[in-house]
């Protein structure tokens, strides 16, 4: 059994062990290399046990295709995180860099237990497991008010977001006396059902509209994106929105008879959400802040694919999620580079960047076409088949929307690349750019031209986990 869960044993012990760096004099270069070698390993194990198929722990964890496939998302978007880090990460991670992976590798290890939970309790202490240490991570800043204002809202609102599931827990239990999730699906073909159940499941969705930031409980973002550092928000923003999709997915898939009947409440959350995201996104100056409003709007996109509740609208989406990794982290990376560079977020940092980083700024010009959903990058293509999967179950309407919206953000994305490439910088001379950065952007500007030209493997991957999920 221990093969089959080896990737959370790893991650488990690579925890521990970062835990116990902090009781000893370790400089943070030795640190950051080996989580770069951890993060590496975790990926080749998961890998290797892509393949496995079981159910464990009383049928309470399931290992399959998508669970892994899930799991080797997560465990490349935390690699992406801790390659971010450098000499001039801020003082404070610096000198609790070993708590600092500590953290990320629980918080990691939360979201992976998240995909295979297939019972209420195991379900929800993988997600406070995931939640909780990111909370901490948000306000590890303590030197920055901003930081420490934005920790303690994540955890007010995400205790509020976690107290509202578990209230809905307890309200699905009383109907069905049983904490599987296989014996509730079961259990709601049949079940007659009623208002009390329906509010019980709404209230139940609530820490997973949370985590990707949903209306209306999305809220905390601008100010927690604002606030935390620059690799804690792109963390948030990337890797724990995989998370949260693909437990909807899980739970949409189990839960079929229960949220077809909410379907159209779903869809107007999903059109409220990507509105609201992207008209307040276009009043931004400040880049973390219209990233967090964009987010937003991008989790509404992919609300459009899940509530379709069929296998092309959910493939679709986890197809868009993992590109967004990509795309959303490349931005990120840029932004990081700026503010260690010139200490400021706003977006009048990226002032020239094209002519004193002629590379960063085409990865970022790409990575922001493409969260546009402009043709032919792997963004359209994404938001292509989300939306053919709509037209498919005739909401024409919806994606007349949906597309209005990506044409606002166009916009708002255009005016970050128009700093870049528009404006004199204020220093002449070129920006310091290192090896790994460099291999990085010109990994994502292929990943983002070829996956929108040649989707097929991209796309085969994500049908292939998703039919694991349904059958």
Excluded: C
């Excluded at 069929?310 to 795309?327: D, E, I, Q, R, W």
């Amino acid at each position: 059994m221990i093969i089959y869960i080896l990737p959370e044993i790893l991650t488990f012990l690579m925890a521990v062990f970062f835990l116990l760096s902090a009781f000893k004099k370790i400089s943070m270069e030795t640190l950051h290399k080996t989580g770069m070698f951890f993060s590496i390993i975790n990926i080749l194990i998961i890998l290797f046990t892509i393949n496995l198929n079981g159910l464990f722990f009383y049928g309470t964890y399931k290992i399959d295709f998508f669970s892994q496939s899930i799991k080797f998302i997560l465990a490349v978007g935390l690699f992406f995180i801790i390659f971010m880090a450098d000499k001039r990460i801020e003082n404070t991670i610096k000198k609790n860099y070993g708590e600092f992976l500590f953290f990320l590798f629980s918080s990691n290890l939360g979201m992976m237990m998240l995909s295979s939970a297939l019972e209420f309790i195991t379900l929800f202490l993988s997600l406070e497991l995931s939640s909780y240490t990111m909370f901490v991570l948000v306000g590890f800043l303590k030197n920055k008010k901003i930081s420490a204002e934005a920790g303690i809202k994540y955890l007010f609102i995400g205790a509020v977001a976690s107290a509202l599931t578990l209230y809905g827990y307890s309200i699905i239990f009383s109907y069905f006396g049983d904490t599987s999730l296989q014996a509730m699906r079961i259990g709601s073909m049949f079940m007659m059902k009623d208002v009390i159940l329906y509010i019980g499941f709404i209230f139940f969705l609530t820490a997973f509209f949370f985590k990707l930031a949903i209306l209306p409980f999305s809220f905390w973002a601008p100010d927690v994106y604002q606030g935390a550092s620059t690799n804690v928000t792109a963390y948030i923003a990337t890797v724990s929105k995989v998370a949260g999709v693909a437990v909807l997915l899980r739970i949409f898939v189990y839960f079929f008879p229960i949220f077809a009947d909410q379907e159209k409440i779903l869809i107007l959350i999903s059109i409220l959400t990507m509105t609201f995201g992207n008209l307040v996104a276009v009043q931004q100056k400040e880049l973390k802040r219209l990233l967090a409003y964009s987010s937003i709007a991008q989790a509404g996109y992919m609300l459009v694919g899940l509530v379709m509740f069929n296998k092309s609208g959910m493939s679709s989406t986890l197809f868009y999620v993992t590109a967004y990794l990509v795309m959303n982290f490349t931005v990120f990376l840029v932004i990081d580079q700026v503010e260690k560079e010139k200490g400021s977020t706003e977006l009048t940092a990226l002032k020239g960047l094209s002519q004193r980083a002629p590379l960063l700024s085409l990865s970022l010009l790409l990575a922001l076409l493409s969260l546009g959903g402009v043709p032919p990058f792997v963004g359209f293509t994404g938001k292509w088949f989300i939306f053919s999967s709509a037209i498919n179950k005739g909401y024409l309407t919806l994606v007349l929307i949906a597309f209005l919206n990506s044409v606002i953000s166009v916009y708002y994305y255009l005016l970050v690349a128009r700093q870049a490439y528009l404006f004199m910088p204020d220093e002449k001379e070129k920006m310091k750019v290192t090896v790994p950065v460099r291999v990085y952007s010109y990994f994502s500007i292929v990943f983002i031209i070829v996956m929108g030209f040649y989707p097929a493997p991209l796309l085969n991957w994500a049908e292939k986990a998703i039919r694991y999920l349904v059958g």
